[in-house]
């Protein structure tokens, strides 16, 4: 029988315990992406569909998982224990999300497996993957905050996904210089620029930029994480 | 940790404590002190804002005015805090996909025990708690009963300094209330202080040294036992079980009763000290037909309850 100790070792152990949704969750981003990367779908279409896919698979989970804890007593469970609210928000979250990159690993090898050459995107494909992870699991989080019904959540969570994302040139390249500084400001360009040169398209960024845009996002989600502790886990 | 605590004077204080809800619910208005050794019971029907309480007291809420201290610190999220409350809520909440020992040990290690301690008081605790041979069973399938169990197992384990329960016989068989009350005296022996909410007379009687009345979110009385008990010493509740309804109006006339309430098809009626239950029958006399049953017993907490708010707890009928 596996102990957990801790918060993020306890989220891992019952993970794993849970082996056919462990199955689903793995099988579903492969599904939805081996068409995608082993056709000759273009290289801007397969990236949209994955960076929705990566953005989707962070938020969707994290805020049914809450939504369902706030219901059943849990939350109020956590409330009183002794670790502050930014720790013990930041160790859920960020093993949600570390669930969730295991879960598109097999989506990010196939890409590497198609396209070799695309090599010098992958550390900006890893590390802009994990911001956005990260940022759709606490855009999950404060979502739970708002209803009790986890399709309800699913709904909070998916109305400011879209614009989002159009607003970061993922559906249509932003021609307007104002439009293009603000898809700068959200990580989800990042990740679609990523996606774009690691299967072997043409990015308007180059590799590094991506990478530095990417490290940003992480980082500043962990400390956004910590600092909504309080707003996700002590409203009732 | 239990010299810390037998050397403290106060545990916990609470100044002029308030949550209110929209619709006008909450508690108001509402302070408390408890000493190292000392079991407090909260107890009021339901709605009257004992789990707000206890919640608040718990830091799991917070009161939008009112102050309170745990060992001398008002900072509610401070871990050292946290660290020395052991705390059962009402209702039990676990990771449902993992077994109750699993549960426990999650909980156990957040409070610092060390593998070897951990082990050991978990067994412990489970063997008393009656859930040894379910310990490897997910929590899925446990009863509510076990569930609860478990949550007491999760409030003992890292011997806090202060024990909050809500409702904990609640869900419990005989024996293992009666194992409860022994662990619950046994504690309070070696320092560490308890409140309950609660709505069990009997629990409160037999273990409580004070008693808060709450109802409408607001203290309405509260004393040590013995204290509270002569105020209904002399007196008797007579419980009528009716076949059909009848009016309370020539019944509290009466000067013989004190009060006088229905739940259900059944009276409730306080009676005077030394007021005989056969005036009670003389004012039902014509509809005494109405009465399928009646009984007479000694007065308790619960009566004194009535008498005060002229509502019943729901286990006081018992």
Known sequence: MMLAGTIWQRELVEFAQRRRALV??????????????????PTIYAALALTMLVTIVGAIGSGAVLTRERQSGLTLRYRTLPVTPGRLLIERLSTSALIDFVQLTPVVVLVALRHPSGFAWWPALLLSMAAVLLIGNLLGAVASTLSDSPGEVMLYVI?????????SGVFSPPEQPALLTISRLLPFSYLYQALVGALGGQPNL?????????????????????????????TD | MKADTASERSLLQATGLARAYRGGKGVFDISLRLSPGEVIGLMGPNGSGKTTLLRMLATAATPTSGQITWFGNSNHRDPSVRRRLGIMLDQPAHFEQMTGYQNAWFFARQYRLGDGLARERLDELFRWSGLAEARDQRVAEYSLGMKRRLSLVEALVHRPSILLLDEPTLALDYRAELDLIERLQLLSLTGTAVVLATNDVHLAERICDRVIFLHQGRVVREGHVPELLTEVAGSKEVQLQMNSPIGL???????????????????????????NPAQV??????TADLVSNMRVRRPNLGDLFLKLTGVALPAARS
């Not at chain 1, 689903?24 to 779908?41: I, Y």
């Not at chain 1, 180059?206 to 707003?231: H, M, S």
């Open chain 1, 206 to 234: 180059l590799p590094w930029e991506t990478v530095l845009g990417g490290f940003g996002f992480l980082v500043g989600a962990i400390g956004l994480t910590g600092r909504l502790g309080r707003r996700v886990l002590e």
């Open chain 1, 159 to 167: 109305l400011p996904l879209l614009p989002l994302l159009y607003l």
């Open chain 2, 281 to 286: 029958l003389a004012v039902l006399n014509g």
């Open chain 2, 249 to 275: 109006e020539n019944l509290r006339a009466l000067s013989a009763v004190e009060a006088a309430n229905v739940e259900g098809d059944t009276v409730h009626i306080v009676l005077a000290r030394g007021a």
């Open chain 1, 24 to 41: 689903v969750k793995l099988a579903f981003p492969l599904l939805v992406a081996a068409p995608l990367v082993l056709s000759r779908a």
